[in-house]
């Protein structure tokens, strides 16, 4: 789950005791494991066999039932020095019928032998295993294996065994090998299907199974795994072997391998409680020279840890806990069991306090880390397409635990804002259901998206907070208890949260809300005909805005509703038909409604016009949460075509003045989105000082205080201000921190720019300062170790306004001096900016191959994003043009592109609604 600019860095906010099975001892290594020297030429691309005719075709997504793997004894040997590894695992597997093969998965691995080992005769004193011979194919470049058994092998157990080597990846996919300061270390980026890089087996979530790991790696060098260490013993050659405990069941994805010469800082144990009653070793590993780094985050975990034991009254399920800060790694973090593993930058803290948005990105990743030990790791969705049970209940915990540990923090804001910013997404014909079948590995990314973080959320918390906690957490709990060790899917889940609450309406939410798409939007009508006896109608259907393709279906909801009217009552129903009646309590006809009690709801809202004024009215007493609601509403009426510029320009003011950062913040990406596509020449005066005064005296003001939500909020509008209102004393402001930060013309100021802002600043300075400073940045760059600086610095040269800078920035992206991050979000970032957009699209096209082989792999899918600022028709056909040519390049490519083409159209739509909205300023 990058050091981001301020914007992105806080849109990415936000158990088991062991089966023990007698170990089987693994034969000796011998030259038959280690790499022929044909197999040491690195191949990026697997040698396939396709089918023969009339042969069973390869299974696309989801192995066949009938075979499940119960133990896996893997011995590998990983030098992150050399460019390969080799070794050999054994799998224990239970068959339910005979047959002369298998599926399972493996991508890019060369095997040079594999056998089936069947059980001898039990009534013989000294039975001997069968050797049966194999032969192993891989089918699909997704890595899908046929397994073919020479006469064939009966039902019942087999051990599967299988010598291998195969390239360290290094594009940041499955094993991979990544160099920093001169030093090597290989990683295991296992989640989602990137097991099968490196592991031989069943890689998927359902297929759980035990693990014993041995590694030999070059002596002194550290060794991470799921497990304890339980021993070391040299191995000729400078090297050494590791051997780690058994462990629990677990699925592939899970599975941590990291060897390399980090540093170890080792903890006092985590004290024993009321639910574990073992103390928990507590270490942390960075590399070389970086340990220090980790103070913060291993300060907190203690407390974090104790919290979710506390409120999900079990206990952590694993015998240690490592956190790892990655050199490298392709997202923010991983939920490796017992292992959480993140890219450094989000987690390494340079002193004793992290800049405000860096200290709340790095709580909210910790605490979502965490909460998977028991959501996912403990209790494992048995497929992807039930991935909101564990990426769902995680997000949701993250706002839980972390109110609990700072009542005052505003983490339930935080969450209130994660689940609005779902609706976005929602909004679109081409989104995905929080649940929706996934019948191809390749489609299998495109479910880790807002729908299943952000909008499970908003469903999850709507539910505890219309049903109580006291009734929903309990069975919660319940749920864990049942399937701990094992799998879960929805059905389950409704299930046991049914009985347990004996709540239909429960149940319903979730399924209504969870297995369909769309944001519901509430219609209310006053009627107040009758004296005494009022009434609020309220009409539910899907949202559709401006140039939708959403069709009327008459789509309902399950939606626990809450209204409170100007009489002080607050008032719930379940929502369950297309239209429904409300009484008003006490039968007067209200002055003002507010629909959304403390935005809890997951839906959006429309009035009519008069009564959107009487309830803007009351904006300064509706809660925080309820702000959030009332602004997303608005822009979402105005964007389908019905609120009034006039009444939206009231609602930006409004927020403009809140007092909670948040509220403040809530209007300005949409503001973003207007200030590029709707403003025009000769709008732009009015358009800037608009933005100027809502925010330019708030800024002012904001440099007098020294609370976190203060500078945080600080560091938003300068760059907000700089970037997109073009204020040019802001402007000067971050162009003046950049060039003291980076030593541009002047001895260098460590201290003059905190990471919340290096993305704004240095936009600023390569787009104010000149070519120079561009060529400094990039010198810079080389010097300083600051991962969260690399990151900010690449995307802010990607947003270049001179054309002389172009060739510079199109070749650093393709260089060597360019992480394949970093250069993703270099290239994102040239695509976003306005002034050079044309010619930064026409290089992409002409590069596109090697744009694909610089990014990381699991990214590729997502390039049709690269055209998600385009709002023209002529860009959307080149785009479709350029998918269609070049789509064998970007499996999984359909989602984003399916979204991004109709991102475009609704820009298009909404045209003339902006322009007026920018000509009601003049």
């Known amino acids: 789950m990058p050091g981001l600019a301020l914007p992105s860095l806080l849109a990415g906010l936000l158990l088991l005791g062991g089966c023990d099975t007698a170990n089987k001892n693994t034969q000796e290594q011998t030259t038959a494991d280690k790499p022929s020297d044909s197999a040491l030429q690195d191949s990026t691309k697997a040698n396939l066999e396709p089918a023969a005719k009339g042969e069973e075709q390869p299974p696309a997504g989801k192995l066949p039932d009938g075979v499940r793997p119960k133990a896996y004894r893997l011995d590998l040997t990983l030098d992150p020095r050399q460019d390969r590894f080799h070794g050999q695992v054994e799998i224990d597997i239970d068959i339910d019928n005979p047959t002369d093969h298998i599926w399972m998965h493996g991508n890019n691995i060369d095997v040079t032998h594999i056998e089936a080992l069947l059980p001898g005769d039990t009534g013989k004193q000294k ?35 299988i010598h291998y080597n195969a390239p360290f990846d290094k594009n940041l996919a499955g094993l991979f090998k990544v160099e920093e300061q001169g030093d090597a270390y290989a ?27 041995s590694l030999t790696i070059p002596k002194g060098y550290v060794a991470i795994g799921n497990a304890p260490e339980i021993g070391r013993s040299d191995v000729e050659g ?54 220090d780094d980790l103070k913060y985050i291993l300060d907190v975990t203690p407390q974090m840890l104790r919290i979710f034991e506390e409120q999900l009254q079990r206990p952590y399920p694993f015998k240690k806990l490592d956190i790892v800060a990655a050199p490298q790694w392709p997202s923010g973090a991983t939920e490796l069991s017992a292992a959480i593993t993140y890219r450094e930058e989000r987690i390494l803290v340079e002193g004793d306090e992290p800049a405000p948005g860096l200290r709340l990105a790095l709580l909210g990743v910790h605490a979502h880390e965490i909460a998977h030990m028991w959501f996912g790791n403990l209790v494992t969705p048995p497929w992807w397409d039930d991935l909101w049970l564990k990426e769902g209940f995680a997000t949701w915990g993250t706002p839980l635990a972390l109110t609990i540990m700072e009542p005052d923090g505003g983490h339930d804001l935080n969450a209130a804002v994660s689940a609005i910013r779902a609706m976005k997404l929602d909004s679109l014909a081409s989104t ?92 209310l009508t006053f009627d107040c005909s009758t004296q005494g006896d009022a009434k609020i109608r309220v009409k539910q259907k899907r949202y559709k805005p401006l140039g939708s393709p959403i069709q009327e279906v008459g789509q309902r909801w399950s939606i626990p509703f809450c209204m409170r009217a100007s009489n002080g009552v607050s008032q719930c129903e379940f929502l369950t038909e297309s239209e429904q009646t409300v009484d008003v309590s ?174 704004a600043a240095l936009t600023v300075a390569v787009q104010d300062s000149g070519k120079e400073f561009l060529n400094h940045l990039i010198k810079v760059r080389g010097e300083l170790d600051d991962p969260r600086f690399e990151s900010a610095s690449a995307s802010a040269i990607g947003r270049v306004t001179d054309p002389a800078q172009l060739d510079t920035i199109h070749s650093l992206a393709l260089s060597d001096k360019l992480g394949s991050r970093e250069a993703f979000g270099l290239i994102q970032n040239a695509l976003a ?57 970007v499996p999984g490519y359909e989602r ?13 739509a909404l045209k003339e609604k902006g322009q007026a909205l920018a000509a009601e300023l003049k």
């Open 432 to 523: 995905r259901a929080i649940r929706e079948p996934i019948t191809d590995n390749n489609d299998i990314r495109n479910a880790y998206d807002a729908i299943t973080y952000s909008k499970s959320l908003g469903v999850i918390h709507m539910v505890d907070e219309y049903f109580g906690a006291d009734t929903f957490r309990p069975a919660l709990g319940r749920y864990i208890e049942t399937f701990a060790d094992g799998v879960a899917d929805s059905p389950d889940f409704y299930k046991v949260i049914g009985e347990e609450t004996n709540s239909p309406q429960l149940t319903d939410t979730f399924r209504t809300f969870v297995e369909q798409k769309g944001v519901p939007q509430l219609d």
């Open 238 to 291: 400078g090297l050494e072997k590791v051997t780690f405990a058994q462990t629990r069941p677990m699925s592939t994805y899970l599975l941590s391998l990291a060897v390399g010469p980090f540093d170890v800082v080792e903890r006092p144990a985590i004290p024993a409680n009321k639910y574990r009653k073992q103390a928990l070793p507590l270490r942390g590993f960075a590399r070389k020279g970086r340990g």
């Open 187 to 213: 990683l295991a980026k296992s989640e989602s299907i990137q097991a099968r890089r490196f592991l031989p087996g069943f890689d998927e979530p359902g297929l759980k199974a035990t693990y014993d790991i």
């Open 833 to 889: 900016e306005p002034a050079l957009q044309d010619r930064n699209w026409q290089w992409l096209q002409d590069n596109f191959s090697r744009v694909v082989n610089k990014i990381p792999e699991q990214w590729r899918r997502d390039t049709p994003r690269f055209a998600a600022h385009f709002c023209d028709q002529n860009s959307l056909q080149q785009v479709q043009m350029l998918f269609t040519q070049q789509q064998k390049l």
């Open 896 to 908: 984003a592109l399916a979204q991004t083409e109709e991102g475009i159209n609704l820009c298009m």
């Open 127 to 161: 039975a001997e295993d069968k050797i049966v011979a194999a032969h192993y194919r891989q089918m699909l470049d997704s890595g899908v294996v046929r397994v073919d058994f020479a006469g064939g092998v009966p039902a019942g157990e087999l051990t599967l065994r």
């Open 586 to 759: 006490g039968g007067e006809c209200p002055k003002w409604v507010m629909p959304n009690v403390d935005g809890s709801g997951y839906y959006r809202f429309n009035l009519k016009e008069k009564h959107w004024q009487s309830l803007l009215a009351q904006f300064d007493n509706l809660s925080p949460t309820e702000r959030l609601s009332l602004i997303d509403s608005a822009f979402a009426a105005f964007e389908a075509g019905n609120l009034k510029p006039a009444v939206l320009t009231e609602v930006i003011r409004l927020a403009a003045s809140a007092d909670k950062r948040q509220v403040v913040e809530a209007p300005l990406s949409n503001l973003s989105k207007y200030t590029a596509h709707y403003v025009d020449p000769k709008q732009a005066e009015y358009w800037r000082a608009f933005l100027s005064k809502l925010y330019s005296g708030r800024l002012e003001a904001l440099q007098q205080q020294s609370d976190a939500d203060s500078q945080l909020l600080y560091s938003r509008l300068i760059g907000f201000l700089a970037l997109e209102g073009k204020n040019q004393e802001a402007r000067k402001t971050l162009r003046d921190k950049a060039e003291q930060f980076t030593g541009f013309r002047q001895p260098r100021n460590a201290d003059a720019l905190d990471s919340d802002l290096y993305e």
